[in-house]
């Protein structure tokens, strides 16, 4: 008997399509090689589905493989991540493990990251649950509506000595006008739940938190105050529509397959751990660093985290870690820690015929983006083979003279190659703006042979 669990449906089929193989190849669409990193996170995913295929006494006893990817800044890392998690449509979040401290410092506890994902999980499920409710909703929204412009008529005498008026006939009449349109700018007055409450946070030792209970539920009087707002008909429907939503969706269904979908789903990608991976010096930030270690390791080990949506537990979900290590290495940190990543990947530094594809391959790739973005003003911008070249070489060489930023340098010398145009844009509609090597080399050259200059502009 497979693992059956609400929340997973819209996973589990969709996974199922997701071979190791077309995983790869939906990352190479984004990201240019790192294919060993690429692999561990597809075994990784596929991993998921094959867990959710088993008995669920066994299923209980896989526990993911977590990862650990090294490699210096803006080659990739990040962005594999999130693309996995697009993959996967799974609740996903990518923190810093700089802003964690350990208990009794100030700062985030570690427990927040796990708060942080039920919320993102919780606006997923909401999302769907609204698309399927959606027009029935609109229904009840027009319903309203026609309330509003055809009220209901009082008590008439029974003998009016005339021919009283039709309200079926009238309302129907309205309902036409209604979906045509021809209303949309009329004004009317509906009710709106008033947002100008202050939202509740509570000061911990471990700094701000959101309260972990749901006041509106308590204090449904204080909480629930609604306030006449005077909209367009166009802008009364959409606020109906959203109301009426809300309503037809079971606020417990939602939480229990939000908690189940970040429990049995989930990822959350650790970045800069190599930040908190201190020396044995004892004392100073080594003492916090090695404390939120010792914090993150019962939440990646597995462990249950109260949120304001119910406990969740921590044992499935898949941890990626990832660090430069320039100052540190992995064997820095505690040993304990070490073990719950088993699975290393080091990324490879970008090469220039890596930049080159980086500018040309994949589906949002910067030249792309540029010209897209200035084709809505009307300019066609054309990059040359030479251009594009030329781009990557200048991107190699300031990465070697100053801080090696990666990919990153890229969108730095194409902003400032394309400054003039993108200024000058809205007035050069019509023009065809052709990008080569010697336009890139007019451009930049100066800049990148100025060292101090580059140093701050590029």
Known sequence: MAL????????APHLEDLTPRQIVAQLDKFV??????KRAVAIALRNRWRRQQLDPKMAEEVLPKN??????TGVGKTEIARRLARLARAPFLKIEASKFTEVGYVGRDVESMIRDLVEIAVSMVKKEKREAVWTKAAERAEERLLHLLVPPLPAQPTDTGGEAPDPQATREKFRRKLRSGSLDKRNVEI???DTSLPSFEMFTPQGVEEVGINLKEMLPGFFGRRKKQSVTLAQAREILTQQEAEKLIDSQQVNRES???VEQGGII??????????SDHGHGPDVSREGVQRDLLPIVEGSTVATKYGPVKTDHILF?????????KPSDLIPELQGRFPIRVELEALTEEDFVRILTEPENALTKQYTALLATEGTAVEFTAGAVAEIARLAVEVNSRTENIGARRLATLLERLLDE??????DMKGVEVRIDADYVQQALTDIVEDLDLSRYIL
């Open 269 to 278: 990608f650790l970045d800069e751990i190599d930040k908190i991976a201190g």
């Open 67 to 72: 990862i650990l990817m090294i490699g210096p």
């Open 259 to 261: 908690r189940t979908r």
């Open 421 to 426: 145009v993108s200024f000058e844009a809205p």
């Open 4 to 11: 059956d669990l609400p929340g997973l449906t819209n996973l």
């Open 320 to 328: 990626m870690a990832a660090g430069a290590f320039h100052m540190s």
């Open 32 to 37: 240019v090689g790192q294919n060993a990193a």
């Open 191 to 193: 009710e709106v739940e």
